[in-house]
């Protein structure tokens, strides 16, 4: 069986088509055009530089195009990246479905859509359920479609929907072990919360931030959206406040990106959990890309550190 991209070992040659995630023009100190690539298939991405680009380069390698490569995986600066020899767009008879190339959620959508639905249908005000149903159904095609984020975690088709139903899960746990938490709310915050970013985002593959993205981002969009439920239901109360609430400060800080921290109990507990998810996805993600007795790249977005894998896993 043909290795997958992360299979290669440092060194090794790279011969095989790869999807373009990613494109970006820099200039080299010699002056020269290059462009950044990130190559995926459907185990991981590695970035390769395409040096003395001319202007044909450039339209050629664009995000969302399968190229055929050759070229060497080696270590720079304690990251993998690809030494390109040879790069050529693949050919329409070679007929290479860009979906072969893509990371998926490990569940399926129906398996996530029942889970979500009965995680709706077991709220008991009437408010909080309502207004929560409305707004997955608003969105439900993208919802189950599209990745958490451009990078970091959950980066894959369908990793939105997979993220909101592993904290699902932990949000049951943890509401078992302190039942003064209300259930309802805490629910509906983990469904909301980054429902947004079916309008943030641009879609499930090559993604990209939205004009709406850049300028008001997912939680200032979902605070709108959900005004505009509530509206559209004719339902008034606080629970309408507090479900904005949760979702304005499901990051945590200022510094994190909330426009305020959690004040509401719920709030707080929305926060560890959907912190807890998104780390442990780029842990596991990471580790599984080595073998047990070494360490995994430096993940940026948990402080540069490089996580080992004890020798005693398998």
Known sequence: MKKKLIQHEIGEQVDMYLLIKSA?????????????????????????????????????????KVVKVVGDTQNYKGRIQLKLKQIRLAQPHEAPDISDFVEKAPLTKEAMQEKVT????????????????HLLKKYQDAFFDYPAATKNHHEFISGLAYHVVSMLDLAK???????????????????????????????????????????????SIMVSEIAKAAEELNIQ???????????LSHHGKAEWGSPKPPLVREAEVLHYIDNLDAKMNMMDRALSRVKPGEYTDRIFALDQRAFYKPSFHR
């Open 24 to 64: 970006a023009r820099g200039i080299a100190s010699n002056g020269k055009p290059f462009l950044t690539l990130m190559l995926q298939d459907q185990s991981g991405e590695i970035e390769a530089k395409l040096w003395d680009v001319s202007k044909e380069d450039e339209g050629h390698y664009t995000a969302e």
């Open 118 to 133: 009965q995680y709706i249908f077991e709220m008991s005000n009437p408010n909080i359920q309502r207004i929560t149903r």
């Open 173 to 219: 746990a943890i509401a078992s072990l302190y039942p003064s938490l209300d259930k309802d709310l805490l629910y509906a915050g983990v469904i909301l919360h980054d429902l947004g970013k079916v309008i943030e985002l641009s879609g499930p593959i090559s993604t990209s931030y939205t004009v709406e993205g850049n300028l008001l981002g997912h939680i």
């Open 237 to 247: 109360g606080e629970e309408i406040v507090i479900l904005q609430h949760l979702v």
